[in-house]
């Protein structure tokens, strides 16, 4: 069965609420609401195809515009690829040219929406950020909190706390101070123990490797509406994050790093291939700044994380 090319958009406007549009009732998924967009006519550029569908169905003009994620996914009639752009600049003023209800929604009132199975990995890279922070493994308590109070204000929207140095009862006294700062501000992934899920309810959790190959087979372990990541390596470790059915996943090392030397840098060609084949948000890590999410972007990824070049100085 031939795949489908579709040019789809998440379409920003200045209060950071994001346009969706409903499906006609007569047409595949009818009813359902989605992301923007239309058919890549053979040949098209996609950047083409998705300023002309924009401006067929919505009355608008494309001016600012960065690749978001790829999605492949198999309806049993139908097979589809979802080349979906962050749309960030626009002209003119959105309607349903055809027709078609709209609505502009917050990113967190996205879960509100019933969407095709295929949007629902555009659901997450529309909530997520560029640039994901780790905390450093080095700092006291008291320093590591500081300067996560520093990030938060600064305007970071996604943290994994990361304190392998501490022993467990002193990280889950960490854990529940970092879960008071980011209340409101970002959204915090913890580590360590599936038994210590049901005491961070607010949190989200970030699975090791390790996690992942010894629970992938059980499936997600607590319901969509938390954050489930994953640390990954390879496509065998990616494969596993997918069937566990995680929302993002860190992919490392990109390049070269301190904190592991020991480690085969992937390069940014082969985690472009990594990329290609999976479904969900990525980050890259290893290596990478803040100044590499646009070039993270054209491999396919969600953006970065990172550590020392993200931590506040």
């Not at 994620?69 to 752009?85: A, E, F, T």
């Not at 592991?260 to 999976?278: Q, V, Y």
Request: aromatic share 8%; charged share 25%.
């Amino acid at each position: 069965m031939k795949r489908i090319h579709v040019a789809a958009a998440v379409i920003h406007d200045a209060a950071g609420r994001i346009l969706l549009a409903r499906r006609p009732e007569d047409k595949h998924q009818g009813g359902l609401w989605e992301f923007p967009g239309g058919k890549v006519e053979e040949g098209e550029p996609v950047e083409v195809a998705l300023a002309r569908e924009l401006e067929e169905e919505l009355g608008i003009r494309v001016e600012r515009a960065s690749p978001l994620i790829q999605v492949n996914h198999d309806y049993p009639d139908k097979h589809v690829l979802l080349d979906v752009w962050d749309v960030t600049a626009f002209a003119g003023e959105p309607h349903g040219a055809e027709g078609q209800p709209l609505a502009w929604v917050t990113p967190r009132e996205l879960g509100d929406y019933e969407f095709p199975a295929a949007n629902r990995p555009i659901v997450h890279a529309a909530r997520l950020p560029r640039q994901y922070l780790i905390t450093p493994d080095d700092l006291e308590p008291a320093a590591l909190l500081k300067g996560l109070r520093a990030a938060l204000a600064s305007g970071v929207r996604l943290v994994q706390l990361r304190a392998p140095n501490l022993y467990s009862p002193e990280y889950r006294d960490l854990a529940v101070d970092a879960v008071g700062l980011c209340a409101g501000k970002a959204q915090l992934m913890l580590k360590g123990p599936l038994e210590w899920l049901g005491d961070f309810p607010a949190a989200g959790w970030h699975l090791t490797a390790e996690q992942l190959r010894k629970y992938a087979a059980h499936g997600r372990p607590f319901p969509k509406e938390r954050w489930l990541a994953a640390s990954c390596h390879s496509a065998e470790e990616l494969e596993l994050a997918d069937r566990m059915g995680v929302d993002f996943v860190t992919l490392s090392p990109v390049q070269a790093t301190r904190t592991h030397p020991e480690a085969s840098p992937l390069g940014w060609d082969a985690a472009r291939e990594l990329i290609a084949g999976f479904n969900q948000p990525v980050f890259l890590l290893g290596g990478v700044g803040p100044d590499d999410a646009e070039r993270a972007g054209r491999v396919g990824a969600q953006g970065v994380a990172g550590i020392r070049a993200f931590w506040p100085a």
